[in-house]
């Protein structure tokens, strides 16, 4: 008769005791309902072509909008309460955005990464992705004239904005005196890279 040993018997009853159990079901998610939300999230846009697309001074010297001339703007940033402790860059995305809804926008470019907080925010009657950010933040240098940046929201698809001087520009004036002690070291990617 052969002898099996000991540890060996014991693992082969446990594996019968465990087969004697039910296999683990989805009875439980199943009593929940999967029908999507009548309010879910709406279907995303896909990315823009900026082909010709240009940064654009208004009537507002502290607002500048990105878009193809004769076409609707698709980005706007503008400056709010210049050269003060509390200056911010208000940054619109123009695209529809679900009411109620939040999220990060990112700017990327230059070696820089910025995620900014946004909301759904009725703009002249349209529910827009739009925040406000510290001109002070160091992340704004994505916007250097040296190469191009993009923008990113959820369900906006990605927008590619072409070199141009104005953002950085306006990103400078906006900190005015006020900001030259804080933006006093130099906005060096490799310092946003570490992060």
């Known amino acids: 008769m052969m002898r099996l040993p000991l540890a060996l018997l014991a693992g082969l009853a446990l594996t ?19 029908a999507e939300r009548a309010g879910g999230p709406s279907e995303p ?3 823009p072509d900026v082909t010709g697309a240009a ?7 502290l607002r500048l ?5 004769g076409q609707p703007v698709l980005l706007a940033l503008e400056c709010l309460e210049p050269a003060t402790p509390e200056a911010r860059l208000r940054i619109t995305r123009h695209v529809p955005a679900d009411e109620g809804a939040s999220a990060l926008l990112a700017l990327i470019g230059n070696g820089w990464i910025g995620r900014f907080p ?6 002249r009657g349209q529910s827009l992705w739009q925040g406000d950010v510290p001109a002070t933040q160091r992340e704004w240098a994505a916007l250097k004239p040296e190469r191009e940046s993009t923008v990113t929201v959820p369900g906006a698809g990605l927008l590619k904005l072409n070199p141009s001087p ?4 306006l990103v400078t004036t906006c900190r005015g005196k006020a900001a030259d002690t ?6 060096a990617p ?3 890279a570490a992060r």
């Open 182 to 187: 804080q933006a006093a070291e130099p906005l």
């Open 55 to 61: 940064w654009a001074k208004t009537a507002n010297p």
């Open 45 to 47: 846009l896909p990315s």
């Open 16 to 34: 019968g005791l465990a087969g004697c159990k039910p296999p683990p079901t989805d009875s439980a998610v199943a009593r929940v309902s999967l």
């Open 166 to 169: 104005l953002p950085l520009e």
């Open 118 to 123: 946004v909301d759904a925010t009725d703009v």
């Open 65 to 69: 909008v990105y878009g193809i001339p």
């Open 190 to 192: 490799e310092a946003s």
